[in-house]
T-cell receptor, first 117, second 113 residues
Framework: GAGVSQSPSNKVTEKGKDVELRCDPISGHTALYWYRQRLGQGLEFLIY????????KSGLPSDRFSAERTGESVSTLTIQRTQQEDSAVYLC???????????????FGEGSWLTVV | KQEVTQIPAALSVPEGENLVLNCSFTDSAIYNLQWFRQDPGKGLTSLLL?????REQTSGRLNASLDKSSGRSTLYIAASQPGDSATYLC????????????FGTGTRLTIIP
């Protein structure tokens, strides 16, 4: 597609349920990021994938959070046993390989808005 | 640990004025710096990217500068318009091989018609 695509765009879930959020990066982009933004707050880094290298998981807030990516394609962020503090918009972004002529601009999706009730 | 700060947190200016948004970072060993805008309820839109070797980038009414040694970047908006109202975020990319972006806290800009 032309841009980074995320689904669902909105999700309301009950506390304790598991949720899966999906990200389709721009075709050809090897780098993929997940960020979280709580209402009125800044962006928190969650996880970064670069090609087939081991992901940088240093931002995942707890073991309830996990993410997968197969090769250079779709990524899924999973939150298990959701809590009310997980309510936020989850933003996915992608960029080309570092050093590429394109300058490595990072492109964001519209986000998945998660509300835990 | 890299920390990115944006001042002011909020800014209101009359339409037509020129304005400057500030971004500072504590670790000057960056790969590049990018400015984004975020509209309410939306994702982020990339505005300008400055590589660590560059001093400035321009796109239309926007001009971004980078002084890596002092850990500062500015975003200059000329002849502001109501459509420029948004939150502006700067983000630094840490380096080749360390691709994490650290975002600033943002400046919420309101252009008064």
């Amino acid at each position: 597609g032309a841009g980074v695509s995320q689904s669902p765009s909105n999700k309301v879930t009950e506390k304790g349920k598991d949720v899966e959020l999906r990200c389709d990066p721009i075709s050809g982009h090897t780098a993929l990021y997940w960020y979280r933004q709580r209402l009125g707050q800044g962006l928190e880094f969650l996880i970064y994938f670069q090609g087939n290298s081991a992901p940088d998981k240093s931002g995942l807030p707890s073991d309830r959070f996990s993410a997968e990516r197969t090769g250079e394609s779709v990524s899924t962020l999973t939150i298990q046993r959701t809590q009310q503090e997980d309510s936020a918009v989850y933003l996915c972004a992608s960029s080309s390989r570092p050093g590429a002529f394109s300058g490595n601009t990072i492109y964001f999706g519209e986000g998945s808005w998660l509300t835990v009730v | 640990k890299q920390e990115v700060t944006q001042i002011p947190a909020a800014l209101s200016v009359p339409e037509g004025e020129n304005l400057v948004l500030n971004c500072s970072f504590t670790d000057s060993a960056i790969y590049n710096l990018q400015w984004f805008r975020q509209d309410p309820g939306k994702g982020l839109t990339s505005l300008l990217l400055i590589q660590s070797s560059q001093r400035e980038q321009t796109s239309g009414r926007l001009n971004a500068s980078l002084d890596k040694s002092s850990g500062r970047s500015t975003l200059y908006i000329a002849a502001s318009q109501p459509g420029d109202s948004a939150t502006y975020l700067c983000a630094v990319r840490h380096g080749f091989g360390n691709e994490k972006l650290t975002f600033g806290t943002g400046t919420r800009l309101t252009i008064i018609p």
